[in-house]
């Protein structure tokens, strides 16, 4: 495929679809509940609904924002970031706790090095967006 058609790709259908984007939400999770490095980031999880709820809103959630089915959105009516997390304390450790996380995640993944820059580049954007704290 070439590089132009490529980019006319959501990084939903990049990632694989459902299938791609779940693996990337359970590696995800997977980093912060065995990592000790993410201790804090899976306590916060867990001090909530829980990591299996958290891994499968992250899944609605990810697979609209990636492009894909809105399902975040048809199950909650919105997707913005700031009202979703207003619960949760997010500061400037915690959102790089997350980021860190997820780009484990994501070199993990196998993905091509565009593709894996272009999500990283997404999500640095979302949780700067989630932060609700200095």
């Excluded at 995800?28 to 909530?48: K, T, V």
């Excluded at 959102?95 to 860190?100: A, H, T």
């Excluded at 994501?106 to 580049?121: F, K, P, Q, T, V």
Aim: glycine residues 10%; aromatic residues 8%.
């Amino acid at each position: 495929m070439g590089s132009t058609e490529q980019a006319r790709k959501s990084a939903y259908e990049r990632l694989g679809g459902d299938d791609g984007v779940r693996a990337l939400v359970e590696r995800f999770y997977d980093i912060i509940e065995q990592e000790e490095y993410a201790e804090e980031l899976h306590l916060l999880h867990r001090r909530g609904f829980g990591v299996a709820h958290s891994r499968e809103e992250q899944f609605n959630y990810l697979s609209g924002f990636f492009g894909g089915p809105q399902r975040y959105v048809m199950k909650h009516g919105h997707a913005r970031l700031k009202e979703i997390h207003e619960h949760v304390p997010i500061g400037p450790e915690m959102r790089d706790l997350w980021l860190r996380c997820m780009d484990q995640a994501i070199a993990g993944s196998g993905l091509d090095e565009d593709l894996a820059a272009l999500l990283m580049r997404h999500l640095k954007a979302a949780a700067e967006t989630a932060r609700n704290q200095d």
